[in-house]
């Protein structure tokens, strides 16, 4: 079992910056895939990065390529959302997920566990 809390949501200009954290709890941090995913009122669930166990390989999707940054600190048991040149179209509830997997899952049915979420909301 595994305990996931994010932080770090708010409210932020388009082109400001957000921190999101999610903090682990439970089994071992470091077995686990991590991923981040987001939801916007009357939209689906969408992927938006994951990384890797040990965190050397990363991957986005198209949207928030070259803005948003993923990582982890297996130490801290924490997985980061940096998130660069905002847009109004990035507003949404962001939730992380972990899966206990080796290849780094994309799609939300792969991953086991999952936090509340923390809402964003980015002002034009």
């Known amino acids: 079992q595994v305990q996931l809390v994010e932080s770090g949501g708010g409210l932020v200009q388009a082109g400001g910056s957000l921190r999101l954290s999610c903090d682990a709890s439970g089994r071992t941090f470091s077995g686990y895939c991590m991923g981040w995913f987001r939801q916007a009122p009357g939209k689906e669930r969408e992927f938006v990065a994951a990384?890797?166990?040990?965190?050397?390989?990363?991957y986005y999707a198209d949207s928030v390529k070259g803005r948003f940054t993923i990582s982890r600190d297996n130490a801290k048991n924490t997985v980061y959302l940096q998130m660069n040149s905002l847009k109004p179209e990035d507003t949404a509830v962001y939730s992380c997920a972990a899966a206990f997997i080796v290849t780094v899952p994309t799609t939300s049915s792969r991953y086991d566990y999952w936090g509340q979420g923390t809402q964003v909301t980015v002002s034009s």
């Open positions: 990384i890797s166990r040990s965190g050397i390989s990363t």
